[in-house]
């Protein structure tokens, strides 16, 4: 069973920048998209960014376009770089591999989530 590990969350100011990463280990995801998703208190989870498994294709939500960018290496990690970051960006950060897709019911595999606090 495959497993995806979520690092890089923290505390950063309003403007700031911050970098996730996502792993995988057990099993291999390479030939699957892989994608970045949010979700803050009291809100459902939304669709952040996606990347192809040949790591072109990429795809952001309108509220994150020119500040965050999504990517892949050949070992698998895929990272969300993250500047100009706004309060609204708050939340737990989820990556997971699927289906390129924006949706959630696209993909199959999640990581436990990382903490993101933007605070002004």
């Known amino acids: 069973q495959g497993q995806l590990v979520e690092s890089g969350g923290g505390l950063v100011q309003a403007g700031g920048s911050l970098g996730l990463s996502c792993a995988a280990s057990?099993?291999?995801?390479?030939?699957?998209?892989m994608a970045w998703f949010r979700q803050a208190p009291g809100k459902e989870r939304e669709f952040v960014a996606t990347?192809?498994?040949?790591?072109?294709?990429p795809r952001y939500a309108d509220s994150v376009k020119g500040r965050f960018t999504i990517s892949r290496d050949n070992a698998g990690t895929m990272y969300l770089q993250m500047n100009n970051l706004k309060l609204e960006d708050t939340a737990v950060y989820y990556c997971?591999?699927?289906?390129?897709?924006?949706?959630?019911?696209?993909?199959?595999?999640w990581g436990q989530g990382t903490q993101v606090t933007v605070s002004s």
């Open positions: 997971a591999s699927g289906r390129y897709s924006t949706r959630v019911t696209d993909y199959e595999f």
């Open positions: 057990g099993r291999t995801f390479s030939r699957n998209a």
């Open positions: 990347i192809a498994w040949t790591g072109g294709s």
